[in-house]
């Protein structure tokens, strides 16, 4: 399917749309994807994200590009013989969208030996993108593909005020790029574009966007508006200019053949109307209907501190108003009307705090009228503030919106005067007020929501302890593991055991036990020596906890055929499992029959359960052979010879 290309305006946090995607190697094991961030040229790309985790890299230059290779230690196996150097498991490379740019040469490099799907005509030309390699790896990539997700500093705007074209956060100039541009905007040309200073034009909504406000300590301050979001280029032209004007209590306009432009500030006044200047009565309105009268906002914002997630900024709630909206009669005033509104471009608490305001304060100036004027007043545009005197109103410089204005013929056919319409609505300076003690802290919340992390926790507690092989083998002993399982069988499937002599480089698996298991015993090590034993639990979706690590001496002294057999003519401390046979001294030749050697004894057709019961007498034991069966015993009761206890960690 199509994807329409992201517009990213401001700094904010932006998902992405995958463009390509292929393995490489025999075994699949390397990811390669170019992931679509904007459909136009950025400013930069600050910051990379997989599943929930910011990633952090170095930087090298292959193939003339900048790689950057991620260092984070979840992403990291140095036991993965896939992986980049040190055991990195992912690299990428950042292209900014110029309309110009070449092809990723890292790209075309890293799969010109093989599909080489990428060419130098794989430019993608006006689209910001990563180029990502991501090796498999069960551990860090056991859930599935991850999440990817950017910070990013989005498009350059151009700004009347010094002709220049840069990276910014004001809302003015973004509303203005976004009217011009010609790929994607309303393709409204610089001659229809109001720059002026003066009130209405983008280059004074800009100064108002850029002034400071200070917050509730008295000290911080804040630029009074800045638009940071994203959007599509198949979203409607309406709702996107609608979504940049909230940013900065905005409203905008088409008069004379441009667009005007007025932020959330309060105006002068540039005319009063008086009774004089009143051509007929004045229509006034003020039954509102109640649905539409607020005395309590709900904002809900982007919270640039919380990964840019969409957070509810603490309610604002007029208690005058409530109390207006009470009806008479009620204990408390608890008649409340909440406005619920989104703020898609605003990523502050405080910023939303102040454009809550306005709106709650401009929503309860309900008066509206319709007046008939001369007309001096066709100069007036919509959104311009304006006074007016009458005497029967009661109104002394009471200030007004024009809504609307219109040309009107009045007087009649016989004497037609030409006079100006105008809709008026009841505004207030103060509407645009906040002061620092009407700020309140956000509600502490759970926390950003988390995006698919299945990551595992490693065992804990993990411990080893040599005891004795009773397996009727020379030089060996058994390693007795405990750990405790971070995870139910809810979540994993079992807990993986690997061992090796601390001196080799390569683990070996041992095992792999059950969810409900935290013991194991690891049989047959080598005495006299240190091991590395780790655990690992596997996951029900195939993913990797991280390893837990033990060191184990085993400890002993490793014993050869004259540990067995000695010089003197006797067999010293031959045991078995439960050192069921002491037995007097057993002369030399009796035991080294030419028969009975070394290797037979120690063969594996001599088992624990091969030495069980019944007896083996002289004659046995000194026969030309003996057989498996021969050594059936757990008793040698028939030798006279004097022999010391059997023990087959012994023989």
Known sequence: ANAPRAIVYGQCRVGGTILHMETQGTDNHMLHMIVALAGHEIEDILTVRLNDTDLTSTTSTISSTTVHTVTNSEFTNTDNANSFTSGRLIRFTKNLGADDQSADAFAISSLSGTSASITSNHRYRGIAYLYIQLIYDSEAFGGGLPAISCVVKGKKVFDPRNSSTAFSTNPALIIRDFLTDTRYGLKATSDEINDATTTGGFASAANICDQTVTLADGSTTETRYTCSGFTNMSASGEGVLEGLLSSCGGRISYTNGKFNLFAGASQTASLTITDDDILEPINVSTNVQTGELYNTVKAMYVNADEDFVGTDAPILQSSTFLNEDTPSG????????????????????????????????????????????????????????????????????????????NLELTGGDDTPVVAVRL???????????????????????????????LALTAPASLSASAVTNNSFSVNSVNALLTWTNSHDENFIIGTQIQYKVSSDSNFDDYAMVSANISRAVVRGLEANKTYNIRV???????????????????????????????????AANINNQGNLATLDTVDTAQLVNSAVTEVKIIDDAVTNALIATDAVNQDSIAANSVTATEINVATLSSISANVGTLNAGTI
């Open 330 to 405: 009620e204990s408390s005033a608890n008649y409340v009307k909440t406005l619920e509104i989104q703020l898609p471009f605003t990523t502050s608490s405080t910023m939303a705090q102040r454009l809550a305001s306005i709106i709650l304060k401009a929503n309860r100036k309900s008066t509206t009228l319709s007046v008939l004027a001369s007309t001096k007043f066709l100069q007036l545009q919509p959104n311009d503030f304006v006074q007016l005197t009458n005497e029967r109103l009661s109104f002394s410089n009471k200030l007004f919106l024009v809504t609307q204005t």
């Open 423 to 453: 809709g008026l609505k009841e505004i207030a300076s103060d509407v645009y007020d906040f002061a620092g003690s009407e700020y309140t802290s956000d509600v502490s919340e759970g926390g950003a929501v988390t995006t698919r992390n």
């Open 536 to 570: 690992r639990h596997v996951g029900v979706l195939n993913q990797f906890s991280a390893f837990s690590t033990v060191n184990l001496s085993t400890g002993g002294t490793v014993r050869g055929s004259a540990d067995v057999i000695t010089s003197e003519g006797t």
